[in-house]
């Protein structure tokens, strides 16, 4: 199991250390939500920030493009060093060509879905797949509340993958906390990206302790 904390909720004007905080309770993923201002109605992070934490961490920088051009953002995720670049299902026609443009490059390639997509229009592509990210919020911002139906969801991708042997991580994405989480972890998922509840609590070690427990 696989906490990947959210840098959207970290202080971005001491990134290093936040980034180091995290690590030192034993983060080894860092989510980073990439936001165009068209996809979504917010503008976040672009390469230039991957590429300055890039040589600060040996963490798995997993890049969430929230973007309504991904064939044209991938390569600049590629070159800065992301390790997971994931592209929504919405703003694209040709997936597996997006896929390839990631894999080719020897990095891990997934696709998310917002809430309102249902999970099945997955299934085609479900055996290209590095990692499924189901979003249980709207995507554009963090802190908002989890979305319940996310875990039929889930439940489906695990089902997938038992009865079909794929290999896809399962990601959650939006409003994962202890509570959120230990339902999360019962449905299957694997990858837990948590921002607000990490970075916006008072004990951060502590949070993160919390959460770790439950999703052991
Ligand atoms: C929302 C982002 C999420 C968000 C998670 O668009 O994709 O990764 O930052 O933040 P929390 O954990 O606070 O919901
Ligand atoms: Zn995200």
Redesign the pocket.
């Known amino acids: 199991m696989i906490i990947a904390p959210?840098i959207?909720?970290a202080d971005f004007s001491k990134l290093q250390s936040e980034i180091e905080e995290v690590e030192s309770f034993g983060a080894h993923w860092l989510?980073v939500?990439v936001?165009d201002g068209h996809f979504?109605p917010?503008m976040t992070i672009g390469p230039v920030v991957v590429s300055s934490i890039r040589p600060k961490t040996k963490s798995i920088l997993d890049c969430?493009l929230?973007v309504n051009e991904p064939a044209k953002m991938i390569p600049w995720f590629l070159r800065a060093g992301a390790d997971v670049i994931t592209f929504h299902l919405e703003a694209v026609e040709n997936v597996t060509g997006h896929l390839q443009m990631i894999r080719e490059s020897g990095k891990k390639a997934g696709v998310?879905i917002k809430p309102a997509t249902p999970v099945r229009s997955l299934e085609p592509f479900l055996g290209d797949l590095d990692l499924v990210l189901v979003?249980?919020?709207?995507?554009?911002?963090?802190?908002?509340g989890?979305m319940q139906e996310s875990l039929e969801k889930v439940k489906w991708l695990a089902e997938m993958k038992r009865t079909k042997g794929h290999s896809f991580l399962i990601e959650i994405?939006?409003?994962?906390?202890p509570v959120t989480a230990k339902a999360c972890r019962a449905a299957g998922v694997e990858v837990f990206?948590?921002?607000?509840?990490?970075?916006?609590a008072k004990d951060r070690k502590k949070a993160w302790e919390e959460l770790e427990a439950v999703i052991r």
Do not use: C, K, R, W
């Open positions: 959210s959207l909720s989510h939500d936001m979504v917010n969430h929230m998310s979003m249980s919020v709207e995507p554009g911002f963090g802190g908002q989890f994405d939006g409003g994962i906390n990206v948590a921002g607000s509840s990490i970075f916006g």
